[in-house]
């Protein structure tokens, strides 16, 4: 999978939107961009995936850059509960039967009441 | 919504011991997978299975075997538990499928301590 680049740490007070960035300028057509994220003392969850187009559901928002070398995770209104580290993955089809996510150092986000 | 759950929360074992770390899941996914996780190196892959009595090692698969006899149950084995096995263990599983449009859900994880 493609290397993606996050900042380690954000800060944002509850009730604000939140917006994580992420960089994978090497991205190539068939990748999906997956958001994970990892509250404390809990296994990593699902957030959100995309391709080109950009995506809502329940828990956040995906805006993808037109030229795909970037994307960025929203959340609409940070609260408390969503303190947690953020990991953008990207997702290729391979030819081998390994199926593991690759993590990265994602970003610690912390939510200031 | 999809249930991955894990025998135990936090484990204490000592040098030597055989370990048992049952994971089980309650959407009839056919993968599921087993990782570590330590600062500073992220998730690492351990053993993954596609299917009943199928497994491939991942990437740190020494002093680990696993077994899955059923398809909803992934269990992870300490031959001879070592202090360098002391780590956060996390099960997860997915659908079988694309792996570019996988989801993979997780359990809440094993904290093991090797004395």
């Known amino acids: 999978d493609a290397k993606t680049t996050q900042p380690n740490s954000m800060e944002s007070n509850e009730e604000e939107p939140v917006h994580l960035p992420c960089n994978h300028s090497?991205?190539?057509?068939?990748?999906?961009i997956h958001w994970y994220r990892q509250l404390p003392s809990q296994g990593p969850e699902y957030v959100i995936h995309?391709?080109?187009s950009n995506v809502n559901n329940r828990m956040a928002s995906l805006a993808i850059a037109e030229d795909r070398k970037s994307s960025t995770l929203i959340l609409h209104r940070a609260t408390l509960r969503d303190a947690a580290v953020y990991y953008c993955?990207?997702?290729?089809?391979?030819?081998?039967?390994?199926?593991?996510?690759?993590f990265g150092s994602g970003t610690q986000l912390t939510v200031l009441p | 919504d999809v249930k991955v759950t894990q025998s135990s929360r936090y484990l204490v074992k000592r040098t030597g011991e055989k370990v048992f770390l049952e994971c089980v899941q309650d959407?009839?996914?056919?993968?599921m997978f087993w990782y570590r996780q330590d600062p500073g190196l992220g998730l690492r892959l351990i053993y993954f299975?596609?299917?009943?009595?199928?497994?491939e090692k991942g990437d740190i698969p020494e002093g680990y075997s696993v077994s899955r006899e059923k398809k909803e149950r992934f269990s992870l084995i300490l031959e001879s538990a070592s202090t360098n096995q002391t780590s956060m263990y996390l099960c997860?599983?997915?659908?079988?499928?694309?792996?570019?449009?996988?989801?993979?859900?997780f359990g809440p994880g094993t904290r093991l301590l090797v004395l």
């Open positions: 997860a599983s997915s659908l079988l499928g694309p792996q570019n449009l996988e989801t993979q859900y």
């Open positions: 995309g391709l080109t």
């Open positions: 090497t991205i190539s057509g068939t990748d999906y």
């Open positions: 993955i990207l997702r290729a089809i391979s030819s081998g039967s390994a199926r593991q996510l690759t």
């Open positions: 299975s596609y299917d009943v009595k199928m497994k």
């Open positions: 959407m009839d996914h056919e993968n």
